[in-house]
Every structure is written in C-alpha cells, then in structure tokens.
C-alpha cells in the first residue's frame, strides 16, 4: 500500500518509523516531514493546511491511505476534507476532533457524562472572567480553549500570574482567536498519566500507558513545553489504577462521543491525573501524543497499519494487538531558549555515533546535505531495555554523542519510576 504521512515532528516520525516495517506497505509519503523522516519516507514540500495541495497529490500517487497525525489538521477537517473526495484518512473527523480543538467542548462532555475531572468554570468576556478568578486561590490552571501549539494552559502558582495569563489570552489575545474563550480550573496534585486508546465508535482499544515531563527543567522547574521526555511502562503506577482510568474515563468518553453524534475513530489520547480522589482527567487529545508516541511505537508489536485499517473497516474488537514486555525512555534534546524564542539552522553532529538506540526527528532540516536544527524540540532519542534502567542509560548515553550548539535536556526523565 502507498501511504501519506501528514505533519513533520516527533510524533510523525515515530509513525514513519512503524509503519514501515510493516510488509504491507510499499511506498511511504510525509507531508512536509523532516530531515530524520526523510530516511524513511519520500518528503512533500506541502504543509498540514494545505488541504487541496495534499488531495491532489494524493489522487496523482495513487495513495491508498493518508494518515493525518498533528492536531490543527484533524481540528480543521481535513479527514472531512480527504473523505468528500473519495481518498481514505486516518484520523477523527472534524466534529469527534472537537474534543481537542475547544477545551471548553470537552469539560462540558464530561462534565453532561459525569465523567471524573477537575472542577472549573468557563468564560467568553474578560470582565467575568476576571472577577471570578478574583474569588479563587492559587494555585489555580488558566486554559485558552483552542488549540495554541500546546502553549495555551498555564499552571498559575500565583494569583498575579493567573491574572497575567488570562490578560494575555484574552486581552493581548496572544493565542488569537483560541483564546475568545477560557476555562479556569481547579488545580489538581499527583501523578500524571499518558493513557492512549485506538478507538472505533464505542470499541476501545488501551495502548501502554505512559508518563510526560512538561517543564523544560530538571525537577519540574520553568514553564511548561510540548514535552522533554517520556518514559513507559510506568512500575510505580499498579495495572488497577490503569484499568479505573479505562472504565472510568477512557470508555465512558467514547461513549460519550457516540451519543452525541460524534463517534470518535482514530487515536484518542487521556492526560490523566492520580489524586488521592482517584484518576481525573487533565486534557483529551484526538492523536498521538509527542513526545509518547516516541515510547509507545516502539513496544508495539503488531503490525500498526492492520491497526489503523481496522478502526477504519470498523474491525478493531477483533484486531489482535500485542506490546513488548521492554521499557522505553526517550530524552527530548532541545534548542538553547526553548520554550521561547531559539536559534535555527545550526549543524547537528554525531548522529552517526548513536549504538543500540532509536533517534526520533522532531525539529530538524536537511540542508546542504547536512542535519541542521530547526526547532525548539530537536530530537527524540530513545533507548529500550529490559527495565527503566537499562532503557535509561541507552537513551541518555546516545543523548551525549550528540552535538549541537546550546544543546541541552533534562536529565532526570524517568526517575520518578526508580524512587
């Protein structure tokens, strides 16, 4: 089969990565990709919001299937878009996709379904908004209801940083139109949990759970970023507290979904957290997350194009699939200033030196024949091993060998699964 990768990280070329060693597959696309996809699959200089760009290229190649994995695309329609045209997707359509695109969509579903999940309000007018902050205590989370590249949540330790995270959303509007609407939530402690879910309709397929670290420092400290590093299987976390999650959460909201007229098919991704009230819920995706899916492809065993061709012919219950029992830790390697303003187009070295691990492209470009940086997360390097230990020193052992200028990443991934 000749398949269409939609989107250029991590994420994507982790998706790369799976499907092609699947034998079914005969000739692998990424639109637009990167300079570590582009080993893999034959890039397209065609961006995700170029809808008509990529059906035309899909009719002219003959693809057979087009997997849209980033988040603004699925928001936008673009399964809708591929569909209305006869050329199969991967992926929830535009109104299951809703579930990541409007913040405030979301806490109401859960909210109608009793579904468990912190308490909060929502707001479309600052003046309310910021009277009712004023009634609160920090800390307190302050979420723009669009989408907002993953910056759009700010965790306020205090009540003058609440109130400079909704002026910025809805006054200065520095998430544009994603910000005309804010959830303001109570702010929940315990440990966090990545519980993906290959979903079709109501048939719910858990994948591996996993662990994110969002702070661009050691021991939690500085704000938040798109991930630093992940970590799976999570051994401090017991199997009862992933299966409430499932029961409680997971299926309640596909359900959900499916009574509401919009039925979820695709990957559908829980930020989960574990307070001594049991597991609530912190966000849903409607994809892959990134940096999990980095951990969470490579204990996967079964062939992920069966996977996704099943959730699209409707087949998932019957779909057999099967993780390895190793451990997976990848360690984000991140550009000098990010999650603010960082340099780009700096030469990588050492990528040729990397032993016994799996190097994940997430803001790179090949230039000149050289691998250049060309983002604030750079790579993904991610180790396997028999437990954490051993997949941890792979991957920061391989994280060493690589050089760029203003490098850095944390070096405390994973630890939380070893106290």
Known sequence: MRILVIGRGGREHAIVWSLSKSPKVSKLFCAPGNGGIAELAECVPITELQFE????????????????????????????????????????RANAAIIEGSKVFMKELLKKYNIPT??????????????????????IVIKADGLAAGKGVTVAHTMEEAEA????????????????????????????????????????????????????????????????????PLPHIPQSIVQEAIDNIVQPTADAMVKE?????????????????????????????DPETQVILPRLKTDLLDIFLAINNGTLAEQPIEWSDEAAVCVIVASEGYPGSYPKGLPISGLDQVQDAIVFHAGTALKDGQIVTNGGRVLG???????????????????????????????????????
Do not use: C, W
Not at 118 to 139: G, I, M, W
């Open 53 to 92: 760009e990529i059906s035309t290229f899909a009719k002219e190649q003959q693809i057979d299937l087009v997997m849209v994995a980033p988040d603004d695309p699925l928001a936008a329609g673009l399964v809708d878009h591929l569909e209305g045209k006869g050329i199969a997707a991967f992926g929830p």
């Open 118 to 139: 912190a308490k909060y309000e929502t707001f479309n007018a600052y003046e309310p908004a910021l009277a009712y902050l004023r009634s609160q205590s920090a800390p």
């Open 165 to 232: 995270a909704l002026h910025d959303i809805m006054v200065d509007q520095v998430f544009g139109a994603s910000g005309a609407s804010v959830v303001i939530e109570e702010f929940l402690t315990g440990q966090e949990m990545s519980l993906l879910a290959f979903v079709d309709g109501s048939t719910v397929r858990p994948m591996v759970p996993s662990q994110d670290h969002k702070p661009v420092f050691d021991n939690d400290k500085g704000p938040n970023t798109g991930g630093m590093g992940t970590y799976s």
């Open 261 to 289: 007229g919009r039925p979820f098919k695709g990957v559908l991704y829980a930020g989960l957290i574990l307070t001594q009230n049991g597991v609530k819920t912190i966000e849903f995706n409607a994809r892959f997350g």
């Open 381 to 419: 390097i991610t180790g396997l091993g028999r437990d954490i230990v051993e997949a941890r020193q792979k991957a920061y052992a391989n994280a060493d060998r690589i050089h760029f200028d203003g490098k850095h990443y944390r070096t405390d991934i994973a630890m939380k699964a070893l106290k």
